[in-house]
């Protein structure tokens, strides 16, 4: 059988993108495939669970277009779905005189964005939140918490139930391109397998740069992971907060701060960090892989984007490898925590694209052939925008094909 699309990759946006392009086309053969035994193993499954309100993102881009539409998208889902979210809100918390002017900025940024917040100070942060300090907030009510590997596996039914054929530990080993259509090729417990289909769509995360190569389209850019390295609280702390405690964001550093999490199973994290990664699917203590090293080395956007973040590369590592230089990343914030109260919890893994120049791409970024539409970058927070980038991932595919 030859089917109309092929999408690699189960993650919330390859499964978001299957499950529409189903809805439009319910006359289409769709096949999903996706190399673990479960969907979204990778980093759906491995971030913090928040559906983010958009607070970060330039007024009128796709990112804050996406974001917005994203936290109504997914509540609905989740509420037609019966899948458990709790809208909790959000606290952007300044600690110091110069977090509280970035505070004033992105308050402003939420206004223009038309986000529903609320600006407090240190008294009305105190009474909402007695066990952190800070000189001011800023209340984002429409920020929640989610189980997106639950989002993902319901979606995967709605699109099995219309139809989709989804093939789970199906790991593809190659690509080819022909004038009518594209096979793949693909490892399925321990036998080579093969299909074909008349156009496909990757979106293959932490692998978007090796299944570009596989049909030899030239690209610029690479993926470098980027680990995200969490700890739980112990049970007596489940109720430290009451809403998400993040820091003021540095506007030069590409990534949020360590923040505490409520978690929808009611657990409390705190993180991430950001420090390099050796190995794409490195989730454990120690993570090592001779390819992924090999293959950013001899990358030169590797060594241009460590040379500009050398600084905030060295403090970051420092703080993974020295408990209590992290845990006061927190304590600025949450004083009462103590090192002993970090307990283990499993890291994840950010696909950064970083472009052959050093520069990390923040927007989306697509590869295409003319059978083939391959989602290099989706930017963060992906989970979120999830349908609507998998509605606009629709658009591409039938504005490619005419």
Not at 279 to 307: A, C, H, Q
């Amino acid at each position: 059988m030859t089917y109309d699309y092929i999408i690699i990759g189960g993650g919330i946006v390859g499964m978001s993108t299957g499950w529409q392009l189903q809805q439009r086309f319910p006359d289409s053969k769709i096949l999903l495939l996706e190399k673990e035994s479960v969907y979204s193993k990778h980093q759906t499954g491995h971030n913090s669970g928040v559906i983010h309100a958009g607070v970060y993102y330039a007024p009128g881009s796709l990112k804050a277009q996406f974001c917005k539409a994203g936290v109504a998208a997914t509540m609905k889902f989740c509420d037609e779905n019966g899948v458990a979210y709790n809208q909790c809100g959000k606290l952007l918390v300044a600690t110091n005189d110069l977090e509280a002017e970035r505070m004033q900025a992105l308050y402003n940024r939420c206004i223009d964005n038309g986000i529903d917040v609320e600006l407090l100070d240190a008294g009305q942060l105190k009474e909402r939140e007695p066990n952190i300090v800070g000189v001011g907030a800023i209340l984002v009510k429409d920020t929640a918490i989610v189980n997106y590997q639950q989002v993902t596996t319901r979606m995967a039914e709605r699109f099995v139930a219309m139809g989709g054929d989804a093939r789970l530990n199906h790991k593809v080993t190659g690509l080819s391109e022909s004038a009518d259509e594209v096979t793949v090729e693909a490892l399925h417990n321990g036998q080579q397998v093969s299909f074909k289909g008349k156009f496909l769509i990757t979106c293959s995360g932490l692998m978007a740069d090796r299944t570009t190569k596989m049909l030899g389209i030239k690209t610029d850019f690479q993926i470098i992971p980027f680990r995200g390295e969490y700890y739980k609280l112990p049970e007596k702390y489940n109720t430290i907060v009451n809403h998400l405690i993040y820091p003021i964001p540095d506007p030069d550093l590409p990534f949020l701060g360590v923040h505490l999490t409520r978690m929808i199973d009611g657990s409390v994290t705190v993180g991430p960090n950001a420090v390099q990664g050796w190995k794409r699917e490195g989730y454990g203590k120690i993570n090592i892989s001779l390819r992924d090293i090999w293959d950013m080395v001899t990358f030169p956007g590797f060594w241009r984007v460590l040379k500009a973040h050398i600084g905030t590369g060295i403090v970051e590592t420092k703080n993974s490898l020295w408990k209590p230089g992290y845990l006061k990343l927190v304590q600025k914030y949450c004083p009462q925590l103590k090192v002993e109260d970090l307990q283990p919890y499993p890291a994840g893994i950010r696909a950064q694209a970083v472009m052959n120049d050093g520069s990390l791409v923040h927007d989306f970024l697509f590869a295409e052939s003319p059978r083939s539409l391959h989602v290099c970058n989706a930017p963060s927070p992906a989970a979120t925008s999830a349908i609507p980038i998998g509605g606009y991932i629709c658009d591409k595919v039938a504005e490619q094909q005419g």
